[in-house]
Structure formats: structure tokens, C-alpha cells
């Protein structure tokens, strides 16, 4: 399967950069540059700038899963054998008044063979890529830190189970 993150799961992020941007550049364009103008605002749009780059990289990233391997092929390529995989960690964000179905987000992070991967719940295939990744922990013999094993069965996800949950919407390989 290949999945990559939708438009409109970026669309925010796309917003929040470029408001950043106008204030930080806006500021430091339309008034008398002193030091601390240039620091305040100057870090503030380079803090944006970089959300708006990460937030490119995301729009052109298509991430492939087979039974053996992981691919990344976005601004660079990467692969990871499963088989490499030594590290998973799975942490949910967001306020506490927030319950996991209503807001807030997952992050999917992944580690082995050198390489290591980042993937949010907006992404397609979020719980596909969840259960591979805890398939292979599993099959890597390797164990994971208990909050990742609760946000997994959050998301119902089942390493043991031997079948993937269903999968999200994404274009099959091959």
C-alpha cells in the first residue's frame, strides 16, 4: 500500500505557516529594525518558515508498506527492513479536556537500520502503518514502552493479531 497525507489535513498547517509568516516578515519589513525587533520577529518567522517547509515535505510524501519494508519517498528516500526495526513509539497530543476520538493527535515514531521515521495520525493508513510497525516489534522479539501499547489498543490495534485492521483509504502496490 502507498499512502500519503491528504490536502486537507494540511490545509491548517498550510494557514498557520503563512499568518505566521505575514506577522513575523510583515513586522520586521514595515518597522525600524532594532536588536530586538530582528530577534523576536526574525526567530518567529524562521520558526514558521521551517513549519512551512516540514509542512511541504509532508504534501509530497508517499510512504509505501509491503510484508518486508517500509519506504519513504518524498524530498529524499528512505527504507527500512522491518526485520531492521528496533524502536516504536506512539504518543497521542492534546489537552486533557480533549478525548483521543474528538481531537488532539498520534504521532507514529520509528527507529532501526540506521534510519529513523515520523508519521502523524493525519497521514492515510495511520493504523495500518501503526500495526505493521507493532508486528514487526513483535516478530523483532523486541517489546515496547506501556504507553505506546495503550495508545495502540486506543486505535485498536492488535500486534498480536496476525491480520491488519482495515485498512485506510490508500493506492494498493502492484
Same mark, same amino acid.
Given at each position: ?10 490545509? +491548517? ?6 499568518? +505566521?509568516?505575514?506577522?513575523?516578515? +510583515? ?5 525600524? @529594525? ?6 523576536? &520577529? ?5 520558526? &514558521?518558515?521551517?513549519?512551512? &517547509? ?20 518524498? @524530498? ?11 524502536? @516504536?513509539?506512539?504518543?497521542? &497530543? ?18 532501526? +537500520? ?61
Amino acid at each position: 500500500m502507498v499512502y500519503r497525507y491528504p490536502g486537507r489535513a494540511l490545509a +491548517g498547517d498550510y494557514v498557520r505557516a503563512g499568518a +505566521g509568516l505575514a506577522v513575523g516578515l +510583515g513586522v520586521l519589513l514595515s518597522t525600524p @529594525l532594532s536588536p530586538a525587533i530582528v530577534v523576536i &520577529f526574525g526567530s518567529w518567522s524562521a520558526l &514558521f518558515g521551517y513549519f512551512a &517547509f516540514r509542512t511541504v515535505q509532508r504534501t509530497v510524501t508517499r510512504v509505501a508498506v509491503t510484508d518486508t519494508e517500509i519506504c519513504d519517498v518524498g @524530498l529524499r528516500t528512505r527504507v527500512m527492513e522491518w526485520a531492521d526495526l528496533q524502536w @516504536l513509539k506512539l504518543r497521542y &497530543f492534546g489537552t486533557k479536556r480533549q478525548e483521543r476520538s474528538r481531537g488532539g493527535f498520534m504521532q507514529l515514531k520509528l527507529k532501526g +537500520g540506521g534510519r529513523s521515521f515520523i508519521y502523524d495520525s493525519g497521514i492515510e493508513g495511520f493504523d495500518y502503518l501503526a500495526w505493521r510497525a507493532a508486528k514487526a516489534i513483535r516478530d523483532n522479539g523486541l517489546s515496547m514502552d506501556p504507553a505506546s501499547a495503550g495508545n495502540l489498543l486506543s486505535l485498536g490495534v492488535d500486534a498480536d493479531r496476525e491480520t491488519p485492521p482495515p485498512e485506510a483509504s490508500g493506492t494498493r502496490l502492484g
